[in-house]
């Protein structure tokens, strides 16, 4: 009895030592279309399904880039993230802007597409098992989501990103070594005006947004409870106040070294 109640103890222990994972990506299948395997592709204009108001201007179109972001001027090829708050992408909203690569036979394809979810018009981009350059067999899972909410003012929408797995942040474009880890890590946020922007922390910091990392956004939420989620307003073409971020699990990995700015070199194909 006492080697049994021994052995519980160190499971309980090994139990709450490991990172909480998150299950936020919700609804996949409703987002269809597909943007075929590619390296820094992104679609045409695609609708919305519903009008953005963002900075004066309403959107009834985006366009979906295959490297974590939709923006809606143009589409965006650039692999290596770079500070988003001084608006040189204009409008942008980004999941996790790094260098996916969906060539790897592992890798999924992005999917995207407008729904009905609960009475509400949503325009969903699924990044779900998507590989990293140059096609390593490395997969993260997220997916972001925008809602319509003109029930509260004409043009107005959510914007919502879902985590479940990051298990690399760069590829090796991006200063990387094979593996997904280090080099110019991945940024979160947007970009709705030149008062309206966000980067999440832990954002171009090294190991800080994967799982286990200080800011893991597996196990962080903002605007939610649920792990992994996070949730901002749009109202009136601009995000309404953020708060911190709610840390639901801190787990222990320090930093490994801050981000670096973008390179601007070209970027060699494997």
């Known amino acids: ?48 399904g519903f009008s953005a108001l963002i900075n004066g201007t309403t959107y009834t ?32 909203i980004a999941a996790f802007f790094a260098d996916v690569d969906t060539r790897a036979n592992t890798s ?4 995207y597409g407008a729904a009905n979810l609960g ?23 997220f997916q972001m989501i925008l809602t319509d909410r003109s029930d509260v003012a004409a043009g107005d929408f959510d914007i919502e990103f879902n985590y479940d797995r990051i298990l690399w942040e760069a590829g090796t474009a991006s200063n990387a070594p094979p593996g997904g880890l280090g080099g110019t890590s991945a940024l979160v946020g947007y970009w709705t005006s030149p008062t309206s922007n966000y980067t999440l922390p832990g954002s171009l910091v090294n190991g800080a947004l994967i799982d286990g990392g200080p800011n893991a956004l597996i196990s962080n939420s903002l605007n939610s409870n ?15 106040s953020v708060p911190a971020p709610a ?21 060699t194909q494997g």
């Open 61 to 92: 179109q985006t366009y979906v880039n295959n490297n974590g972001n939709v923006t809606f001027n143009n589409p965006l090829g650039t692999f290596t993230p770079a500070a988003i708050s001084g608006g040189a992408f204009g409008p942008i």
């Open 108 to 111: 999924d394809v992005v999917r």
């Open 1 to 48: 009895m006492k080697k049994l109640a021994a052995l519980s103890a160190i499971l309980s222990v090994v139990a709450l030592a490991q990172p909480v994972h998150a299950a936020a990506i919700r609804d996949a299948a409703s987002f269809t279309n597909i943007l075929n395997r590619n390296d820094d592709g992104s679609t045409g204009q695609v609708n919305l």
């Open 119 to 141: 009475g509400r018009n949503v325009f969903g981009v699924n990044y779900i098992d998507v590989g990293v350059f140059s096609q390593q067999n490395i997969l993260n899972s």
């Open 226 to 240: 649920v792990d992994g989620r996070y949730i901002f307003r749009v109202r009136g073409g601009n995000v309404v």
């Open 247 to 267: 840390t639901l699990a801190l787990v222990g990995l320090a930093l490994l070294a801050a981000g670096t700015a973008r390179s601007g070199r070209r970027k």
